[in-house]
């Protein structure tokens, strides 16, 4: 079945660091791949998405790549802020509409 | 536009007890999901409706039951409450057929059963 494996946390940069958190799924044929943020006490918000092998998401300083070669989303940000402090989620989509969700990594960005 | 909603946002249950956990969405997405969130454990799918009449389990759906109610309303039912259902539940919907394949979730309901 299909499975996403997302680098385990947590993470805590300081301000303005780089950020890269890893993301590697398995699928059948050709998945939507999405970053979901949670930020403390609320749901998950859609992050930015990529629906076909090379493109590009990218959303509040936030970019992700679909690698179908190497079969990786690994979300990177150039300069991260105390706000983005949150928890990280990388998900897969199939063709029967069901998501696959990563076990999470928490971000923590200290001033 | 209130989105995904949940009710209610808290709740303690003793072991036994049943308890409904209401679900509503007003983005006419055909698709609507259960979820359960553990530490450590991301987010694992319990039920879910592809479309309003149909529901199918997901990886975890032992001791619960779900209902589609109509396009708008999924809720989930704990018929006998166990302290391992001791979780965050999370509501969502989607709609393939606009394209926009994301979920879109609620809030969450904190449950805790002793």
């Known amino acids: 079945g299909d499975s996403v494996t997302q680098m385990e946390g947590p993470v805590t940069l300081s301000e303005e660091a780089f950020l890269t958190i890893n993301c590697t799924y398995t699928a059948t044929g050709y998945p939507s791949l999405f970053w979901y943020v949670q930020y403390p006490g609320e749901g998950l918000q859609l992050l930015l998405k990529a629906t076909k092998a090379d493109d590009k998401g990218s959303n509040k300083g936030f970019e992700a790549t679909y690698r179908k070669e190497t079969t990786s989303f690994h979300l990177e940000k150039g300069s991260v802020q105390v706000s983005d402090s949150a928890v990280y989620f990388c998900?897969?989509?199939?063709?029967?509409?069901?998501?696959?969700f990563g076990d999470g990594t928490t971000l923590t960005v200290k001033p | 536009n209130a989105g995904v909603t949940q009710t209610p946002k808290f709740q303690v249950l003793k072991t036994g007890q049943s308890m409904t956990l209401q679900c509503a969405q007003d983005m006419n997405h055909n698709s609507m999901y259960w979820y359960r969130q553990d530490p450590g454990m991301g987010l694992r799918l319990i039920y879910y409706?592809?479309?309003?009449?149909?529901?199918d389990k997901g990886e975890v759906p032992n001791g619960y039951n779900v209902s589609r109610l109509n396009k708008r309303e999924f809720s989930l039912r704990l018929e006998s409450a166990a302290p391992s259902q001791t979780s965050v539940y999370f509501c969502?919907?989607?709609?393939?057929?606009?394209?926009?394949?994301?979920?879109?979730f609620g809030p969450g309901t904190r449950l805790t059963v002793t």
């Open positions: 998900a897969l989509s199939s063709n029967a509409g069901k998501s696959t």
């Open positions: 969502a919907s989607s709609d393939r057929t606009s394209g926009r394949i994301e979920q879109y």
């Open positions: 409706s592809a479309s309003e009449g149909t529901t």
